[in-house]
Nanobody, 116 residues
């Protein structure tokens, strides 16, 4: 059974940083493309960043430069380093994987709140 468990969210002030983690189990982590999404209150879920098995990255919504996605295949863990946070970054952040069979898995999310 695939499980994705996010952690690291919390309340921070504008300008501060957070690092999110996503611990994966039940899946061949190293061969799968992993992603972070976020959903702000009252808005649709949007892509934050994606990282392939080879470490190639892609970012959404001009987040590159402030956010960095990375992975540790030995620990089956996905990370998202978020710097210079602002109130518009307030959202629930979700970990996602689509496995080689096309099955789509999501974690339950971790809440990030940025105060001004």
């Amino acid at each position: 059974q695939v499980q994705l468990v996010e952690s690291g969210g919390g309340l921070v002030q504008a300008g501060e940083s957070l690092r999110l983690s996503c611990a994966a189990s039940g899946i061949a982590f190293s061969i799968n493309t992993m992603s972070w999404y976020r959903q702000a209150p009252g808005k649709q879920r949007k892509l934050v960043a994606t990282i392939t098995s080879r470490g190639n990255t892609n970012y959404g919504d001009s987040l590159k430069g402030r956010f960095t996605i990375s992975r540790d295949n030995a620990k089956n863990t996905l990370y998202l380093q978020m710097n210079s946070l602002n109130p518009e970054d307030t959202a629930v952040y979700f970990c996602n994987v689509i496995d080689i069979y096309g099955s789509d898995y999501w974690g339950k999310g971790t809440l990030v709140t940025v105060s001004s």
